[in-house]
């Protein structure tokens, strides 16, 4: 019988970005580096992020501050519609609402986006072969931790919707062996600053 260990998947979306999401702020940079601090103590077996170049720059400033972490790009951690619902799945008062902000976003990205969350479910989630529980991170898009979390949850696939991340906020989920799926931590913005946290919310949102 094959042996089974807890993953450990730490989340995050990535810094604060520039208007046309090229780089990172300042604000950004320094977001990442402060969250790289928080994670020095974590055993972590490697730094997954997405292609884009505000993911791989966050993962990079992370990557500095931890020891020998490697950096492993993956396309199942970029940014893209993890789910197109039908109408029929949403609730009636918002659905128009809800299928308005889908349309706004090109059609590769939701024709390409549902394999590409199906794949990520595949290797990012899950307890791992062997004795020895694994930690990993992933740098990624608002998107896809709401993905992740709802799948976690088990909720409706449309679920995705409405669960927003702060930049370099962190999540973290266990998956142990025989046991479902625990959110230990959500959007949690402790290592950040007041000046620093909510950023990548409306500001009406800020707390």
Do not use: C
């Not at 396309?75 to 609402?97: N, Q």
């Amino acid at each position: 019988m094959t042996r089974t260990a807890a993953r450990y998947l730490y989340l995050t979306r990535h810094g604060e970005a520039t208007p046309d999401e090229s780089e990172l702020t300042e604000a950004g940079r320094r977001q990442a580096a402060l969250l790289g601090e928080r994670l020095r103590g974590v055993p972590l077996t490697a730094v997954h992020h997405g292609p884009l170049s505000r993911a791989a720059q966050t993962a990079r400033l992370v990557g500095e501050q931890l020891d020998g972490v490697p950096l492993r790009l993956a396309a199942t951690a970029g940014d893209y519609v993890p789910h197109l619902p039908s109408r029929e799945e949403l609730p009636s008062e918002t659905a128009d609402a809800m299928l308005g902000f889908l349309d706004q976003f090109p059609a590769e990205d939701r024709e390409q986006g549902p394999g590409l969350a199906e794949a990520a479910l595949a290797e990012f989630t899950g307890p791992v072969v062997g004795d020895e529980p694994r930690h990993e991170l992933v740098v990624t898009h608002n998107f896809l931790v709401g993905w992740l979390l709802r799948a976690a949850l088990d909720a409706p696939k449309w679920r995705w919707m409405g669960i927003n991340h702060a930049n370099a906020a962190l999540t973290v989920i266990r998956y142990a062996p025989g046991r479902p799926p625990a959110v230990l931590l959500f959007n949690d913005t402790g290592h950040l600053p007041a000046e620093l946290r909510w950023t990548g919310f409306p500001q009406e949102l800020h707390v």
